[in-house]
């Protein structure tokens, strides 16, 4: 069974590109093996990770329950959780969105504010969020490979 999992943290330290691109080279190297695909976006502000996870419902939940005890998050909170037929991300062992380069406005459209929080988002709203940039090419790298 597939599933899809949201979820938003604030990190441990400031995050800079160096940060992202660690995360973003880990994952790829060990999402190919577990049949995971997914979306990181990362926001300075605030230090905020979004990231969307997809695959099977354990190795999903497993990854999930590693990233809530890792030191490197804190502030962990499920968005949303579903049950899906398909992936939203299946050719991506892990994309990467730069919020910071994301027009106030579009996220204005899905946020109660132009800052982005996704704290106070809906994870319905923040998928719609993140199918925009999608659709709008702001997803700044796809997979990396």
């Not at 949303?80 to 996220?107: C, H, K, P």
């Amino acid at each position: 069974m597939l599933v899809r999992l949201l979820y938003a943290s604030r990190a441990a330290q400031e995050i800079d590109d160096a940060l992202v691109a660690k995360i973003l080279e880990d994952s790829r190297r060990h999402n190919l093996e577990r049949g995971i695909t997914g979306v990181l976006c990362a926001y300075s502000p605030g230090d905020v990770f979004v990231q969307v996870l997809e695959g099977s419902r354990e190795t999903v939940n497993a990854l999930y329950a590693s990233i809530v005890r890792d030191p490197r998050h804190r502030d962990v909170t499920l968005l949303d959780y579903a049950e899906i037929t398909e992936r939203r991300f299946a050719g991506w062992r892990m994309g990467s969105v730069n919020l910071n380069r994301v027009n106030q406005a579009t996220i204005l459209r899905f946020s109660e504010r132009a800052p982005l929080d996704p704290f106070t988002m809906s994870g319905r709203a923040f998928l719609a969020l993140l199918d925009e940039l999608v659709s709008s090419g702001a997803v700044a790298c796809r997979d990396g490979s």
